[in-house]
């Protein structure tokens, strides 16, 4: 082994110094003004007849190296000289190399406070655990809510709302994301964004979760073949939050976490003992879907009460200040509304009351279940006329018509949500279904994660095809005409949701093509992941699902009310209170009838009227109107239907 050189041993001794920081450079840059001041002291001190002592002549060479206006007053001319040479090295060694440092220990710690590495100091704030592509739908959502938004406060007793987001890197070019996001906009005040990751219990308590009225964990996308799924990042969060409330005795703050895999609410709920409210995320997707199937059309009323968009939206209120009235006296004093039900506490749960008869008393604890235009509307408005009260009787559940038949769905592309989706198939135990998968994802592959969601014997027939129905060939030979649904997905094995929404529009075009040439058409079913491409088929015959947008409008309204989740699952799985269509000719109506008497004939039959289905659409191509003015006409036409709430068998 060759022998260290003494320039190395220095070299190295002097890098070491310089990577401990702005602090550690200054100290090394000092001693070589100190070195300098030395030498060039001890070169004048023969020379100079001014010099007293070594120390004046160190002090002379000191002002020389820190200030070149000293020059002026040098006589001789080797001092002159050493004087000139100590002014060039000041330049670089104090000057410059101190403005280098300083300017660089500036910049890091400008970009240190951009990374947001400090902990927030507030408290009944709102917290985000994750950058994901339902973050900026979730955000707009909240800020959005005014009248829930408004309760929310009120209850935690603040005034002004904070909303903080980890993210694995904030950055400058997320705030002008923010900015620039319709919904948002000047409002980006509000919402204060750190830099971490939920699997670290230091960026937990840099958003402090503990003091937080609300944590919401929305799922982020991982990697096919990924052992730390989003779901196991939950679980991880949450034991996170458990720990640090354990170790500073805090209390627990309230989660609303998504959890993509529905079989392991049991392990959330062991990992987290505080309040705790799971929107499973792949289940309700599904759920929604397989309801589109069942009632055609039942996207659009997804995309109103489910996406925050304009129109109505589902609210929950408290039964103090209307306890003792019943449900059609309610219904009375506020015409805006349609009231669909209750929820009556059952122990620590819920007993979800749907298209309750009318004359249901409203008891102090329960929770009123009301369908509106905006929250304002649910508040008392003596401004506003009375309605006839109208008695509904007890529900009658309905039968499925289509329980005999079997529907044959085709499934283009594949997700992760596959499995759950034929499990949501399977749970209709009344009606049959055979799906055929088409994919580039091997057969093998598919049919493995299917039988370990389901198990082996599942109600569904299931058959799997390896194809790639953006080959216009291979699409064609598929026959989709023969079926009576198909069903686009968004693939979630791509880099980004464009890319995969991408795929699913041009695949949905090219479909298109090939259904110009069949009559009759197939029920089409496409589920976007970004929302930004949803207009981009405006004119287009598919039902669409923006999967985020909802799951967004669901995970924030949870946190603003926890019982809307029992609400929904109720809504939108089977069984219980459905949300159907009729055809106005199974009903006693006469042709000049108004909302009002609809609502009177269909409370009749123990149903709820919500809206009608037009079977041509308007100038901005829509056919839904939920909640219309009581006293507008229906002007019904042929091929319109009835938007009805029924229990179902």
């Avoid at 090394?28 to 300098?36: D, E, K, P, R, Y």
């Avoid at 927030?120 to 955000?139: A, C, D």
């Avoid at 042929?638 to 938007?643: E, P, Q």
Wanted: aromatic share 6%; hydrophobic share 45%; net charge negative.
């Amino acid at each position: 082994m060759l022998p260290f050189r003494i320039i190395d041993r220095v070299k190295f001794f002097v890098e070491r110094q310089l990577v401990k920081g702005a602090g550690f450079q200054l100290l090394v840059v000092a001693a070589f003004i100190a070195l300098i001041s030395l030498m060039g002291g001890l070169l004048v001190l023969p020379l100079g007849e001014s010099f007293d002592n070594v120390g004046s002549a160190i002090w002379w060479a000191f002002l020389r190296l820190t200030d070149p206006g000293y020059l002026g007053d040098d006589v001789g001319t080797w001092q002159r000289f050493v004087s000139t040479l100590l002014t060039i090295s000041g330049y670089v060694v104090f000057m410059g190399t101190l403005v280098a440092i300083l300017t660089r220990w500036l910049i890091a710690k400008m970009a240190d406070m951009e990374r947001g590495l400090t902990p927030v100091t507030l408290k009944n704030h709102i917290v985000v655990l994750g950058w994901t592509s339902q973050t900026l739908p979730l955000l707009v959502e909240l800020l959005g809510s005014s009248g829930r938004m408004r309760r929310f406060l009120e209850k935690h007793d603040t005034q002004k709302l904070n909303l903080v987001v980890l993210s694995e890197s904030a950055s400058a070019e997320q705030v002008h994301e923010l900015r620039n996001e319709p919904g948002i906009g000047g409002r980006v005040r509000q919402i204060i964004l750190r830099a971490g990751s939920a699997l670290q219990p230091e960026a937990l308590h840099r958003v402090a979760c503990l003091d937080a009225a609300a944590v919401i964990v929305p799922s982020a996308h991982q990697g096919v073949g990924s052992l730390v799924t989003s779901d196991v990042e939950t679980v991880k969060a949450l034991l996170s939050i458990a720990a640090q409330a354990r170790h500073f005795q805090s209390s627990l703050p309230y989660v609303v976490a998504e959890l993509q895999d529905v079989r392991k609410l049991p392990v959330i709920e062991r990992a987290y003992p505080g309040e705790v409210e799971v929107v499973a995320g792949d289940a309700s997707i599904s759920s929604l879907i397989v309801q589109n199937i069942l009632h055609p059309g039942l996207s659009e009323v997804y995309n109103e009460l489910l996406t925050g968009t304009e129109g109505n939206g589902i609210y929950v209120r408290g039964g103090e200040s209307v306890a003792g009235l019943s449900l059609a006296e309610l219904a009375s004093v506020r015409p805006n509304v349609i009231v669909l039900g209750l929820l009556r506490p059952n122990g620590k749960h819920w007993d979800v009351r749907l298209v309750a008869p009318s004359d249901t008393r409203i008891e102090a604890r329960d929770r009123v279940i009301l369908m509106a235009r905006d929250y304002a509307d649910t508040e008392p408005n003596a401004k506003l006329p009375a309605l006839p009260e109208i008695q509904r009787l007890e529900p009658r559940r309905v039968t499925r018509q289509e329980a005999s038949l079997r529907q044959r769905v085709l499934v283009l592309g594949w997700n992760r949500r596959v499995p759950s989706l034929v499990a949501e198939f399977g749970s209709y135990s009344n009606q049959s279904f055979s799906l055929d998968m088409v994919s580039v994802v091997p057969a093998a592959e598919r049919a493995l994660a299917i039988s370990r969601y389901v198990g082996e014997r599942s109600p569904v027939e299931c058959r799997h095809i390896e194809a790639d129905y953006m080959v216009e060939g291979e699409l064609r030979r598929l026959d989709p005409s023969s079926y009576d649904s198909v069903i686009l997905l968004s693939s979630d094995r791509l880099a980004s949701g464009e890319e995969a929404d991408a795929r699913a529009m041009v695949g949905y075009l090219q479909l298109e093509d090939i259904l110009a040439e069949k009559n009759p058409h197939p029920h089409l079913i496409l589920e976007l992941s970004d929302p930004d491409n949803r207009p981009l088929l405006y004119e287009h015959r598919s039902e669409m699902l923006i999967s985020p947008m909802i799951l967004s409008h669901i995970l924030a309204q949870v946190a603003l009310r926890r019982e809307l989740r029992v609400v929904l699952d109720e809504l939108f799985t089977v069984g219980g209170a459905e949300i159907q269509f009729r055809d106005p000719a199974d009903y006693p109506l006469p042709a000049s009838a108004d909302f009002q008497l609809l609502e009177r004939t269909l409370a009749d039959e123990g149903e709820i009227a919500l809206g009608i289905y037009r079977g041509q659409p308007d100038a901005k191509g829509r056919h839904l109107i939920l909640n219309p003015p009581r006293r507008d006409y229906l002007d019904l036409k042929a091929g319109d239907r009835l938007v009805v709430l029924a229990l179902t068998a």
